[in-house]
């Protein structure tokens, strides 16, 4: 099946959606294109400095779908769902590092061919590289732990996480060698 359909309504909506978007001080993440050419299911994705609303989400999906159904870009019934991101979307520009200074995040990288994953506070960025202060184990760690408490809570790791029993107080990480980075719930914070 040819699935340029997909290409060309995401191509076609991404700069109205941006422009929606930028209006109400948000940011456009993407615009995806799943399911049928006869019935597509559209996403756009919002996000900015501050929390995405439903009235966003509302405004926003209701000049696309005009738009969509004025420029008849669909030829079936569609499905448009306009959100905001959820906990596990991925963190790259530099707006997205701003706000999520101070929040415990995940950082996933690749060095010497080696792929890291590691949690800490994010401290600081800049167009070259992240700085992070890892997380500490409060008490030894067991041989390979599936979870440690640490300063932050309860924390799941990855296979190949890097664990710091004594202070580190900053890992810096080029951005050319991260693979994900990803702010992390936590709880009995505020």
């Given amino acids: 099946m040819d699935n340029n359909f997909k290409k060309v309504i995401?191509?076609?909506?991404?700069?109205?959606?941006?422009?929606l978007a930028n209006a109400r001080n948000l940011?456009?993440?993407?615009?995806?294109?799943?399911?049928?050419q006869s019935a597509p299911v559209i996403e756009?994705?919002?996000?900015?400095?501050?929390?995405?609303t439903i009235d966003d989400c509302e405004t926003v999906s209701k000049s696309l779908s005009?738009?969509?159904?004025?420029?008849?870009?669909?030829?079936?019934?569609?499905?448009l769902d306009v959100m905001s991101p959820g906990m596990d979307e991925p963190i790259v520009e530099d707006w997205q590092f701003e706000r999520s200074?101070?929040?415990l995040v995940e950082v996933q990288y690749e060095d010497g061919g080696e792929h890291h994953s590691v949690h800490g506070r994010l401290r600081s960025f800049n167009n070259k590289e992240i700085a992070f202060e890892p997380i500490h184990l409060k008490a030894k760690k067991p041989a390979r732990p599936k979870e440690v408490t640490t300063e932050a809570g309860l924390i799941t790791l990855?296979?190949?996480?890097?664990?710091?029993?004594?202070?580190?107080?900053?890992?810096?990480?080029?951005?050319r060698?991260?693979?994900?980075?990803?702010?992390?719930?936590?709880f009995g914070k505020g």
């Fill in 44 to 52: 756009v994705l919002l996000d900015g400095n501050r929390a995405v």
């Fill in 158 to 175: 990855e296979p190949d996480e890097q664990l710091y029993d004594d202070p580190v107080e900053l890992v810096k990480v080029e951005r």
């Fill in 66 to 79: 005009s738009m969509i159904d004025e420029e008849k870009l669909v030829k079936g019934n569609y499905r």
């Fill in 27 to 36: 940011h456009l993440l993407r615009v995806e294109v799943r399911g049928t």
């Fill in 177 to 186: 060698h991260l693979k994900k980075v990803v702010v992390q719930a936590e």
């Fill in 101 to 103: 200074i101070d929040r």
């Fill in 10 to 19: 995401a191509e076609s909506l991404s700069k109205p959606a941006e422009k």
